[in-house]
């Protein structure tokens, strides 16, 4: 059984709309030149999650995350009209975590005071690179100074608590290079970062006509390196790409790598609800125009799908894997229902290949399992015992 009373609620937001579909990019995001239909927008949001609602037993939202496409392209007062709605339909914890993408090239001077008026209190900038050259082959439209500037807005409006994304392997990348932009990020000093590798996902610009990226033993080369100066500067890995001062992990996104419950509202949203004895995953209408449509027509703005038990260990595991701390047998078993036995063959599998280890009930990837995290996961993909 489903441990439903302990399990975190969080509400993820998808704005869809960029001003540029940046050429690795395979987020649901849509180019948008004209006024953007901010107001019809909102409603939409609220009507979704009305739909939802009934789904979360009651619980109170633990934490919001505002994702894109490009959230810092919708204005603070539609921000604050949104959360007010929310707010007004269900109960929020009192110390919730509210967190909002921002484009450093698309903010306006003084965005950032109205969002936190508006109950905004964590950034997660998109700098991805402090290479102009670097960012101009990632379609970005930004330059390294607009994420200084930024930095700078964000402390001025009272934000004490934001991320900056950084990506490495880019395009002729050295490792010289990727360490300048670790040290770029160490004088702005945000208390997270999030350093991850750039891949070509199928359906983007890259996929097609792929960059000239660092071979495997350059870019592990530059992770490790990368990550020993992350280390001197503070930050502690607590997930594979997520690097945070003490204190300042993001809540949002633990709960997702420890498989507890999250509605997702908006064009292309994903959500995960559990009941006792089931697990729902919600999807919503991808394109804008077609959500905005169906929410004018009171249409349903998107589909379930139950998870059969038989699915739950590859997906907790898919989530849990990318922790350091890994999970405990409580947890496995509060979040997927299902008894710890039933993952039995794998576990011993993963454990005799030196993917995993196990100290005091808490099970772990090893510096090998997070190294080749695919390859571990894997490994559950097979039928549990049920």
Known sequence: MIDVARMPLALYIHLPWCVR???????????HKDVLPEAEYVKALLLDFDADLPLAGGRQIDTVFFGGGTPSLFAP??????LRGLRQRAGFASDVEITLEANP???????????????????????????AA??????????????????????AAGFSNFNVDLMYALPHQTVAEALFDVSCVAQIAPPHVSHYQLTLEPGTVF???????????LAEEIQVKAHARLVAHGYRQYEISAWARPGFECRHNL?????GDYLGIGAGAHGKLSQEHRLVRTVKSKQPREYLRLAESGGALGAQAEVPPAARTFEFMLNALRLPEGFTRDLFEARTGLALGTADEPLKLALERGLMAVEAERFFPTALGLRFLNDLQIIFLTEPVL
């Open 255 to 259: 709960n997702y790598w420890r498989f």
């Open 77 to 82: 007062e539609s921000i604050d009209a949104l």
């Open 21 to 31: 579909k940046c050429p690795y990019c395979d987020f649901n995001s849509h180019v």
């Open 134 to 155: 670097k960012l101009m082959a990632l379609g970005r439209i930004h330059g390294p100074e607009d994420t200084y500037r930024a930095a700078g807005e964000l402390s």
């Open 105 to 131: 090239g698309a903010i306006e001077h003084g965005r950032f005071s109205g969002y936190y008026a508006a109950g905004v209190n964590r950034i997660s900038l998109g700098a991805q690179t402090f290479d």
């Open 207 to 217: 996929y097609t006509r792929p960059p000239v990226l660092p071979d495997d033993e």
